[in-house]
């Protein structure tokens, strides 16, 4: 079956760092990529998708490349926010899943000033 | 605005004692789909919904019934709750119209306590 992972953290930066949180897949045929992202207290958000292989998804200065060679949808900023704090996850979705997202089990990302 | 809201956000209950969690979006979307979000499991769909009267269970739809008599409404019902139902519930939507690529939108989530 599909399943997702994602290096499980916590992570923790000072402002102005660069971060990578790690994400690999196992999925059938061509799967959809996605990072949500979860602040304190809130339900998820998307923060960005790729569809299709070579895909760069950005948002926020965030990104993440779909690489179907490696099975990995890495998500990357050049200078993290504390207002970045956050957990994220990793998903994948395609067509015949049910709508089912599948979800890796989440970074916790904590940025210090 | 665009949103799914889902009520009640809190909620503390014993064993056995029924309850519904409501969740509502104003997008007209076709798909809607109920999780549970436990600690180092990530999120598990439990119930998802197709459209008006279509409706099909996740990976973990033990203890939990689901209905959609509305398109905007798809409330999830615990009828004996037992504590390993414990847990941040979140309900989702999308339209449907793609479903390769969908983006799903979800609630705020209700963290649920049973004792």
């Known amino acids: 079956g599909d399943s997702v992972t994602q290096m499980e953290g916590p992570v923790t930066l000072s402002e102005e760092a660069f971060l990578t949180i790690n994400c690999t897949y196992t999925?059938?045929?061509?799967?959809?990529l996605f990072w949500y992202v979860q602040y304190p207290g809130e339900g998820l958000q998307l923060l960005l998708k790729?569809?299709?292989?070579?895909d760069k998804g950005s948002n926020k200065g965030f990104e993440a490349t779909y690489r179907k060679e490696t099975t990995s949808f890495h998500l990357e900023k050049g200078s993290v926010q504390v207002s970045d704090s956050a957990v994220y996850f990793c998903?994948?979705?395609?067509?015949?899943?049910?709508?089912?997202?599948?979800f890796g089990k989440g970074t916790l990302l904590t940025v210090n000033p | 605005e665009a949103q799914v809201t889902q009520n009640p956000r809190y909620l503390i209950t014993v064993t056995g004692k029924k309850l519904t969690v409501t969740c509502s979006q104003n997008?007209?979307?076709?798909?809607m789909s109920w999780y549970r979000q436990d600690p180092g499991l990530g999120l598990r769909q439990i119930y998802y919904s197709m459209n008006v009267e279509v409706t099909d269970k996740g990976d973990v739809p033990e203890g939990y019934k689901v209905s959609r008599k509305e398109k905007r409404n798809f409330p999830l019902i615990l009828e004996s709750p037992s504590p390993n139902q414990t847990s941040l519930y979140f309900c989702?939507?999308?339209?449907?119209?793609?479903?390769?690529?969908?983006?799903?939108?979800f609630g705020p989530g209700t963290r649920l306590t049973v004792l």
């Open positions: 998903a994948l979705y395609h067509r015949g899943s049910n709508y089912k997202l599948t």
């Open positions: 989702a939507s999308s339209s449907g119209r793609d479903r390769g690529s969908d983006t799903q939108y």
């Open positions: 790729a569809t299709k292989a070579d």
């Open positions: 999925a059938t045929g061509y799967p959809s």
């Open positions: 997008m007209n979307h076709e798909y």
